[in-house]
């Protein structure tokens, strides 16, 4: 069965740059979840979009920013990099808004700031 | 306020014995409890759910176990085997705005199976 694809796998970057988190949810699932987890650490929830429009916000910084598009697709802009946001991003996707549907996660990115 | 917790951060057992992960939630109106489990440098993985209208359930050598009256969720996973090795978390399904859902986590077990 396919699962929620995330892209890259691994990424570093220096202090104050950008990046860019693709994840493409499992197909005819429309809502879309990111989670950061810092080592050692469990999943804090970051932002969640349905449809296209952003559907819940948690502890996301404001240098942060995503989106989702009309494929579904979500992506998650990361600037002003610091060292602290080292840690692995996943996308989960779950297929209606609801309060019972369970999320499914993707392998994540490992972030590296230096 | 809203958080879930692990009682014990690790665990070991034989192989062939059976474990068991506790959790403890504080949001008495929550509604839906995932376990996760998750491998070394990968996704968490859903394992097993449960609804709060159930105090059991069970699937394929895991059983969950839920107690509203002190809030407490347990994983339990029969004769268990080596691929079990891994962190296992509880989640709570949380309502946020306009009906979205978003996971809180607990704090993770690592379970170890010992040959």
């Known amino acids: 069965a396919a699962g929620v694809i995330q892209s890259p796998r691994h990424l570093i970057k220096e202090k104050r740059e950008t990046a860019t988190l693709k994840c493409y949810p499992i197909?005819?699932?429309?809502?879309v979840y990111w989670y950061q987890q810092g080592p050692g650490q469990d999943p804090q929830f970051l932002i969640s979009?349905?449809?296209?429009?952003?559907?819940d916000k948690g502890s996301i910084p404001d240098r942060f920013s995503a989106q989702q598009f009309s494929d579904y697709h979500s992506e998650l802009n990361m600037s002003s990099l610091e060292l602290g946001d080292s840690a692995l991003y996943f996308c989960?996707?779950?297929?209606?808004?609801?309060?019972?549907?369970?999320?499914?996660f993707g392998p994540g990115t490992r972030l590296t700031v230096l | 306020g809203e958080s879930v917790g692990l009682h014990l951060p690790t665990l070991s057992v034989q192989e062939g014995d059976n474990s068991i992960i506790n959790c403890a939630y504080s949001?008495?109106?929550?509604?839906?409890f995932i376990w996760y489990k998750q491998e070394s440098g990968k996704g968490p993985q859903f394992i097993i759910d449960?609804?709060?209208?159930?105090d059991k359930r069970q699937g394929q050598r895991v059983t969950v176990l839920l107690n509203k009256t002190v809030k407490h969720l347990s994983l339990q996973i029969a004769a268990t085997q080596p691929g079990d090795s891994a962190v296992y978390f509880c989640?709570?399904?949380?309502?946020?705005?306009?009906?979205?859902?978003?996971?809180?986590f607990g704090q993770g077990t690592r379970l170890t199976i010992n040959p």
């Open positions: 989960a996707s779950s297929p209606v808004l609801a309060s019972t549907d369970t999320q499914y």
């Open positions: 197909p005819r699932h429309d809502t």
């Open positions: 979009f349905y449809e296209k429009m952003q559907s």
């Open positions: 949001n008495s109106a929550s509604d839906y």
């Open positions: 449960i609804r709060s209208n159930m």
């Open positions: 989640a709570e399904n949380i309502k946020g705005n306009q009906g979205a859902q978003k996971l809180v």
